[in-house]
């Protein structure tokens, strides 16, 4: 075994606390490790080779003996140096265990970061797939939404804000309290096709559709000039494209995006996308073939 410059580790067991310390700190969860677990598999050979050449023969008269409840210090010894053996391994396998556990975390956690900045699962082919969904659900081969809006997961801090948002859009975050998720999802406000004056919300995730939730309709509320069809939206079959550019654009170095919103601002049809840190909130906006516009400060 190559020996470590910084010096040897010298393992203390804590009986009391029943925990393995060393006399100099790991730099990181796995680092020393392998040598801590060698340490403890050779102080345990030893303890063991120890123990056999100390446990005393016991006479075959005194095995014979009848004085059952007598006390017997051979004996004692040997079922000492079996209780602290089977200590030492009892130690081996919970440092293993736990390193395995620790190292494991430390790369979920890195992966979940990456995941994350990269948008969460707002994957080229979400759309499509909720898309496809909701057109077998409701029957028919054009949709016309209102709004669509693509969550990714453990979105509970965006800030959707613009000087011209739509009234539509308004509305629907109104009706949305809630939108976090633990996986991505995509929300679509539609227009019944059989009842054009009707409007139902339906959520898309892991492969399903919910059920439609009927939506309150004013007379005031121009569904003609607020709803468009999926297919004059070309731009979302390159979602991470958009969330890309999103990040990029905002020069947030720890941006992540956890929305992205199409609907129509006024006339023309948007894709906006939000970037957030722990330091600022900013929009991106992309017209619907997924160009870029511009980028502003919430």
Do not use: K
Request: aromatic share 4%; charged share 25%.
């Amino acid at each position: 075994m190559t020996p470590d410059p910084a010096g040897p580790v010298e393992p203390r067991i804590d009986v009391r606390l029943g925990t393995l310390t060393s006399q100099r700190a790991p730099r990181a969860c796995s680092g020393n490790v392998d040598r801590v677990v060698i340490s403890l598999i050779e102080l345990s050979g030893r303890g063991v080779a120890g123990d056999r050449r100390r446990a005393p023969t016991v006479p075959s008269a005194r095995r014979d003996s009848s004085h059952i409840g007598r006390a017997d210090s051979g004996s004692d010894t040997y079922h000492s140096g079996m209780r602290r053996r089977r200590w030492l391994r009892a130690a081996v396998c919970s440092i293993v265990l736990i390193a395995c556990g620790c190292v494991g975390a430390v790369e979920r956690d890195a992966f979940e970061r990456q995941i994350r900045a990269r948008g969460g699962g707002l994957v080229d082919a979400l759309p499509a797939a909720a898309f496809e969904a909701v057109r077998n659900r409701l029957g028919t081969g054009d949709i016309q939404a209102g709004v669509v809006m693509f969550v990714a997961p453990e979105s509970t801090q965006f800030r959707l804000v613009l000087a011209d948002q739509p009234e539509q859009v308004t509305r629907f975050l109104a009706d949305h309290d809630d939108l976090s998720t633990r996986e991505p999802a995509v929300h679509l406000r539609v227009r019944s096709p059989q009842r054009p004056s009707e409007l139902d919300d339906y959520s898309y995730r892991l492969g399903a559709v919910s059920a439609p939730r009927p939506v309150r309709v004013s007379a005031f509320d121009d569904l003609d000039g607020e709803c468009f069809s999926l297919g004059d939206v070309p731009g979302l079959t390159r979602l991470e494209s958009i969330v890309e550019t999103a990040r990029a654009r905002s020069g947030l170095a720890d941006g992540v995006v956890p929305v992205i919103v199409v609907s129509r601002f006024g006339r023309d049809i948007r894709i906006v996308a939000d970037v957030t840190s722990a330091r600022s909130d900013m929009i991106a906006e992309f017209d619907s073939a997924g160009s870029f516009l511009r980028i502003r400060r919430v």
